[in-house]
């Protein structure tokens, strides 16, 4: 399928690895790889705060 | 990989006329992509629009009272407390449930309601799963019942979002200057927390189930627009007079927010999907964003449904659905039969709704079953609850008290239960309301308005009048009306449009014009409403200048009602602009396609200027358009074959055509000639409809020829089949309550005016030299109102014959009656009726 374009292309384009402890809008609508990559880089940054 | 699989995703009160902009604006791309590859369109919803019955509409095809969700919450099955309504109050199969049995796999997700989760081929994610507590400290254990299968518990609970994980980022899209609120004073930033992480908890089961399962059937449901309108669109721009401008700028873009995150999350389900699913994108009903958006929330039952709209949207695309079109006429109640046709499956001759074929590109044969409600076999459903209605179940309660099975419920949650019960009735007699069943719903109301307080039975009282109205029970109406007027009440309702219309039901015009005109002199703001039924009156009132006033400034206010344009079309019939009058009714069209009023008005437009063609398809398009038979759009039809058949059109209205079961009417006013008329066609061979109530005189020496039935014609009109191929007397100001479903052919008997009332007053015992000037205008008036009527009826034709010609130009006369009756008859017989020697009151 064609897709549609992006209203947030740099965001919805998600690199895990650019994902911060904000988070975006854009990675919420991802969806659930998204959000677990993100809890992942809060908990990992949680961890290493202590 | 599977084919033909259907995406189905629901946009809580999503409305068109907030889309509408930003898809201007390239602000919802995603939807933007369907619309221009697939179909798109107006949403009709459903009364009352509670998106708990809504919702369960869509996924049952079925109307409330036969699907069983009546509102928001329920009673407890041991009846002694309630909770929000869950899939236990469903009562009818959804389209997961025949699925299952059909060998579909299904996945659903936050449908409103399906807790608890229904064990069918697929996987269910609940209304329940998303919702958590906002204290981190308190979060529960997620409940029984919230995911099937069980095993996909763990891994789908680790994708709920908790309102205080939500970070500025989140938000600052939304409101950008969030971090100036006063948090302590105003909870709304916490309000968009909760509704957002909702929102994406059901997002990402929703995201992981596409991707990684096996699926036909995926529903998901999101209540995000609805939610955050609920509470920030009285700050949407424009903004309204009485909004505080500072919420107003903090605020103004939460609605567009939420539209354009809705849009974010569609456009990743849409990269999820392959080409071969067909995806549809639906709202239950819209969401008032005009003038006419509430500040504040009367007490009553769920009154946020105050500012939910008729039309919600419908946006479709797939392999099969047509490409760019427009669609039109649908309703939320059409999904489930289209879906299951969709399948391949057939629909249950006992749905409501109806296959939207046109959404197809190839619609194929729609295969029916009588109901699959009696179908045997599994259908992947929680176990029946077979005992009685619990919403009448307040006995048995009792008794389970008083045997001591249950504890006696505490004062307050004893009045929960029962205010429950009642709102759920309520809702029920609403239901019915809305489906013009009107005996079931005024069961339900006389019902409830027999319940003891703390209960406020005003609500009931105002839908009995309602009810009464609508079935022409006036007096009944003025009786509940009076109650409702004198009730102690903690709601303050706006009863004018219930009085002016009883006022109207009485013969009343301008009395009721007085009421509305009041209520609009109080209106700072202007109401639509009350402009277009001031026009309406005044319309009635032959003021049709005035009236166009009236309906231009409903129009100025509200300019998307398509109502108002038809009543607009109508009034410039009556001024004989008919190209006005066409472009009115065509706006009217425009604005919904599939209003049969419209394309009635616009036919009489096109018939009147001579576009015969298409006066003809807009009739026929009005009749097709209604679902039980439209009389009139009929009859308007049959009028032009006949005219472009070349039959002779006289100037009077009529024609010489024999109509199959026609009724012959002598009509005119008191004392016209109208027994003479009835003696001469019923000498002449068309049998006169008499049971002989009234006796000849010495008024009358030959008889009347009259029908008692006839007086109350305005109360009953059923009696008329009797009349078929017979002629009948029927006073002038009774004609209008003539049923539209027969032919008539109107002799109407003209008579010096001054020689009719001169013949009243010797008949009543007064001094005919002595004529009432007031009786004289409003006979004037009556035979104006006459001649407007019989324009406006197309099963009509009247004739006007002069009672001196009767008696001067008998011969002649007699012919012209007999070319416009077009049927042989025995004119000798008719002439020797005729006594001269009875005129007497010349002028």
């Given at each position: 399928m064609e897709k549609p374009n992006k209203i947030l292309s740099d965001k919805i384009n998600l690199k895990i690895s650019e994902?911060?402890?904000?988070?975006?809008l854009g990675l919420l609508a991802y969806g659930d790889i998204a959000f677990v990559a993100w809890r992942e880089k809060k908990k990992q940054s949680n961890n290493h705060a202590r | 990989m599977k084919k033909n699989k259907l995406l189905l995703i629901g946009w809580d009160a999503a409305d068109w006329k907030i889309i509408g902009p930003l898809l201007a604006k390239g602000q919802m791309p995603a939807l933007k992509y369907i619309i221009d590859n697939g179909v798109y369109g107006n949403m009709g919803t459903m009364n009352p629009p509670f998106s708990p019955m809504l919702w369960t509409s869509v996924a049952t095809g079925k109307t409330p009272d036969k699907h069983g969700v009546l509102g928001f919450i329920e009673v407890l099955e041991n009846g002694v407390g309630v909770r929000p309504v869950t899939a236990k109050s469903r009562k009818a199969r959804a389209l997961w449930n025949i699925f299952h049995h059909e060998g579909l796999k299904s996945n659903l997700i936050g449908w409103w309601p399906s807790f608890p989760a229904e064990p069918i081929n697929g996987v269910v994610v609940t209304d329940k799963f998303q919702k958590v507590s906002l204290d981190p400290k308190k979060q529960k254990p997620m409940a029984s019942g919230t995911i099937h299968p069980k095993h996909m518990e763990q891994v789908l609970k680790e994708l709920r979002m908790f309102a205080f994980e939500v970070t500025g980022e989140h938000i600052l899209p939304f409101i950008p200057d969030a971090l100036q609120i006063d948090q302590e004073k105003d909870k709304s930033l916490t309000v968009l927390a909760k509704v957002l992480s909702e929102n994406v908890s059901i997002h990402n089961a929703a995201t992981r189930l596409l991707r990684t399962t096996d699926w036909d059937f995926t529903a998901v449901y999101y209540d995000l627009i609805d939610h955050l309108c609920h509470s920030f669109m009285k700050f949407h721009p424009p903004m309204l007079n009485r909004v505080n401008a500072k919420q107003y700028e903090f605020y103004k873009e939460v609605v567009n927010g939420a539209y354009r995150f809705q849009d974010m999350m569609l456009e990743r389900k849409l990269e999820l999907i392959d080409r071969d699913t067909t995806v549809i994108v639906m709202s239950d009903h819209g969401y008032e964003s005009g003038n006419k958006r509430l500040l504040e929330l009367p007490k009553l039952q769920a009154a946020a449904a105050m500012d939910h709209r008729q039309f919600g949207i419908f946006a479709a695309m797939g392999p099969n659905i047509k490409k760019r079109e427009k669609v039109y006429g649908l309703g939320l109640i059409d999904i489930a039969p289209t879906v299951l046709h969709h399948f391949g499956l057939p629909v249950g001759g006992d749905m409501d709704g109806k296959v939207a074929l046109e959404v197809f590109e190839n619609p194929g044969e729609i295969k029916y079953i009588?109901?699959?409600?009696k179908i045997e076999g599994d259908f992947g459903e929680l176990p029946r609850n077979h005992e009685q209605d619990l919403l009448n179940d307040e006995e048995t309660l009792e008794q389970l008290v008083a045997l001591g099975y249950i504890e006696k419920a505490d004062e307050k949650s004893e009045n929960a239960v029962r205010k429950t019960r009642c709102d759920l009735k309520h809702n029920l007699a609403r239901v019915f309301l809305g489906k013009k069943d009107y005996d079931r719903a005024k069961h339900i109301l006389l019902e409830l308005i027999d319940v003891k307080a703390p209960i406020d039975t005003s609500s009931y009282y105002l839908d009995l009048v309602n009810v009464c109205l609508e079935t022409n029970a006036f007096d009944e109406a003025q009786h509940y009306f009076d109650i409702l007027k004198d009730h102690n009440s903690s709601v303050q309702y706006t009863l004018f449009f219930q009085e002016a219309a009883i006022l109207l039901g009485k013969e009343k015009p301008l009395k009721a014009l007085k009421v509305l005109e009041g209520a609009q002199a109080q209106n700072r703001y202007g109401n639509p409403e009350l402009w277009y039924r001031i026009g309406a009156l005044k319309q009635k009132l032959l003021m049709y200048d005035e009236a166009l006033g009236a309906y231009e400034k409903a129009i100025a206010i509200e300019p998307d009602k398509a109502k108002y344009h038809a009543a607009l079309a109508e009034n410039f019939l009556e001024l004989k602009q008919y190209e006005d009058a066409a472009e009115s009714a065509l706006t009217s069209i425009e604005l919904v396609r599939y209003y049969p009023r419209a394309h009635y008005v616009l036919g009489k437009a096109l018939e009147k200027l001579g576009n015969l063609q298409h006066a003809k398809i807009a009739f026929e398009t009005a009749a097709r358009l209604t679902p039980k038979t439209f009389h009139r759009a009929e009859k308007a039809v049959e009028n032009i074959e006949n005219k472009l058949c070349g039959a002779p059109q006289p100037q009077d209205k009529n024609s010489s055509k024999f109509w199959k079961d026609q009724i012959v009417v002598v009509s005119g006013l008191p004392r016209s000639g109208t027994s003479l008329m009835m003696q001469m066609l019923h000498s002449g061979g068309i049998e006169a409809l008499t049971d002989n109530s009234r006796q000849a005189d010495r008024s009358n020496p030959k008889g009347y020829?009259?029908?008692?039935p006839v007086m109350s014609l305005h109360k009953d009109n059923s009696w008329l089949h009797q009349a078929k191929h017979k002629s009948v007397k029927i006073v002038a100001p009774l004609l209008r309550y003539l049923d539209v479903q027969y032919r008539y052919k109107i002799i109407f008997m003209n008579r010096d005016l001054t020689e009719i009332v001169k013949s009243q007053q010797k008949m009543i015992g007064k001094d005919p030299e002595n004529l009432p000037v007031k009786l004289f205008d409003a006979y004037t008036k009556q035979l104006q109102k006459v001649e407007t009527w019989k324009e406006n009826e197309p099963g009509v034709e009247l004739i006007y014959i002069n009672y001196t010609d009767v008696l001067n130009k008998t011969e002649q006369t007699i012919d012209k009656i007999a070319n416009f009756v077009g049927q042989n008859l025995d004119m000798e017989a008719m002439a020797k009726c005729v006594d001269k020697t009875l005129y007497r009151n010349k002028a």
């Open positions: 994902i911060n402890e904000e988070g975006s | 009588e109901s699959w409600e020829l009259e029908y008692g």
